[in-house]
């Protein structure tokens, strides 16, 4: 077994690709610190699509500071249309990976809520690993987060929502919140799409959260050099 986990986690990454992502995370790392060049609590929705929602939610709560990110660029673009139509000053949207963009964070940005609507469920046993909310993505979440912070999810895959119930009933750091109101109905495009669907809050508990790191499957370490030499 443990010869086995050793063979696993020493994945041996080529180092042109250990460039191209070390050059994307630095350019990352670049767009936030523009994007937050002081402390913020921020509202971070992962996998925002076509920014249905987060414009919406960025228009209903002007105070707010709204980030939304997603890895496909026309999605994006089409976000980004949105809000101009609205001229929301208060609303964002990075192209990213969410946990390459938890580690480009600079320091000083928290967590007031974060929206995770309609995540792709990865249905295959096999492809499970590759589910954005798993335990990693809690613990390390909460390293960010204060004391109050809420989490909200929504999904039409029965056994995704049983599985993110699960792993959050366990947790000492976020507590599920089975009667908290949802702040606001806004339809997705997937929401659209699904005849019925389930939603999840949860709020980040006094309990103080280590230190965690966030890597998803084929990611280098962020801290990964830029070549194997
Ligand atoms: C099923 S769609 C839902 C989009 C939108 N939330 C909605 O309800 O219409 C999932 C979205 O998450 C994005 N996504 C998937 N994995 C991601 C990740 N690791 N980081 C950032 N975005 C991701 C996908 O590109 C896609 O746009």
Not at 23 to 36: D, G, H, I, K
Not at 64 to 83: E, N, P, T
Not at 116 to 137: G, M, Q, S, T
Request: aromatic fraction near 12%; include cysteine; charged fraction near 20%.
């Amino acid at each position: 077994m443990v010869g086995r986990a050793r063979r696993i986690s020493a994945v041996n990454f080529q180092p042109v690709f250990l460039a191209e992502v070390a050059e994307r995370r630095a350019t990352l790392r670049t767009t936030l610190a523009t994007l937050f060049p002081t402390p913020q609590a921020i509202v971070w929705e992962v996998g925002c699509g076509h920014g249905h929602f987060l414009v919406r939610y960025a228009l209903e709560f002007p105070q707010k500071f709204c980030v939304g990110i997603d890895m496909i660029l026309d999605r994006l673009q089409r976000s980004g249309k949105k809000r101009d139509r609205s001229r929301l000053t208060n609303c964002h949207f990075v192209r990213a990976e969410a946990r390459e963009f938890f580690h480009a964070l600079p320091s000083g940005v928290t967590f007031a809520e974060i929206w995770v609507l309609f995540p792709d469920p990865w249905p295959k046993a096999r492809h499970h690993k590759n589910r954005i909310l798993k335990e990693d993505f809690f613990a390390a979440a909460a390293t960010r987060a204060g004391e109050g912070a809420r989490f909200y999810f929504r999904t039409d895959h029965e056994q995704y929502f049983q599985s993110v119930f699960a792993i959050v009933s366990k947790l000492t750091t976020w507590q599920l919140l089975p009667d908290a109101p949802w702040p606001l109905e806004h339809e997705t495009v997937f929401q659209a799409r699904a005849p019925r669907f389930q939603s999840l809050v949860a709020v980040r508990t006094a309990s103080p959260a280590p230190a965690a790191i966030l890597v998803g499957p084929g990611q280098p370490p962020p801290t990964a050099p830029t070549s194997s030499a």
